[in-house]
T-cell receptor, first 113, second 114 residues
Framework: GDSVTQMEGPVTLSEEAFLTINCTYT??????LFWYVQYPGEGLQLLLK?????DKGSNKGFEATYRKETTSFHLEKGSVQVSDSAVYFC????????????FGKGTRLSVIA | DGGITQSPKYLFRKEGQNVTLSCEQN?????MYWYRQDPGQGLRLIYY???????QKGDIAEGYSVSREKKESFPLTVTSAQKNPTAFYLC?????????????FGPGTRLTVL
């Protein structure tokens, strides 16, 4: 079945450092891909998405590019802030039916001043 | 403001009691979902529903039950058969028609069984 693998955390960075969180997927056909963010004690918020190969999703300085050849959707940000500290989830939704999102296990990011 | 409401935010119950978690959405979404999240863990799907009066089991349905009598509402009952019910429960909804559509999440309910 469909699955998502993302790098294990926690990831600790200094403010203004470059961030990469790796995400790879296994799916039938060409799924839609998503990154969600979860702040402590809250629900998940959509950060960005991409629905076809080579699409780049972007929001709040975060970017991720849908790479079909490497089945990847890595999350990047050029300069992180303390306020970016959260848990980040990569997810996919398959094209084969009306199915729920499949999530990775999440990566905790801590940014220190 | 459109969105998903989960109530209450914190819930405490004694062991052996059934408890029902509320989830309401005013986004006119067809599909609704329940997830469980344990500390430091990812999300695990409990149940989902694509239309009124229909629902499917997810990966960890044992010890839980749901109903979908109205499009806006998808309550989750945690029964006494659930061996380890203390967790953070998240409800979500989405349009059903396309794989492009993301899921929208509620703020969650933290259930503690004493």
């Amino acid at each position: 079945g469909d699955s998502v693998t993302q790098m294990e955390g926690p990831v600790t960075l200094s403010e203004e450092a470059f961030l990469t969180i790796n995400c790879t997927y296994t799916a039938t056909g060409y799924p839609s891909l998503f990154w969600y963010v979860q702040y402590p004690g809250e629900g998940l918020q959509l950060l960005l998405k991409a629905t076809k190969a080579d699409d780049k999703g972007s929001n709040k300085g975060f970017e991720a590019t849908y790479r079909k050849e490497t089945t990847s959707f890595h999350l990047e940000k050029g300069s992180v802030q303390v306020s970016d500290s959260a848990v980040y989830f990569c997810a996919l939704r398959g094209r084969t039916g009306n199915t729920p999102l499949v999530f990775g296990k999440g990566t905790r990011l801590s940014v220190i001043a | 403001d459109g969105g998903i409401t989960q109530s209450p935010k914190y819930l405490f119950r004694k062991e052996g009691q059934n408890v029902t978690l509320s989830c309401e959405q005013n986004l006119n979404h067809d599909a609704m979902y329940w997830y469980r999240q344990d500390p430091g863990q990812g999300l695990r799907l409990i149940y989902y529903s694509q239309i009124v009066n229909d629902f499917q089991k997810g990966d960890i349905a044992e010890g839980y039950s749901v109903s979908r009598e109205k499009k806006e509402s998808f309550p989750l009952t945690v029964t006494s058969a659930q061996k380890n019910p203390t967790a953070f429960y998240l409800c979500a909804s989405s349009l059903r028609t396309s794989s492009y559509n993301e899921q929208f999440f509620g703020p969650g309910t933290r259930l503690t069984v004493l």
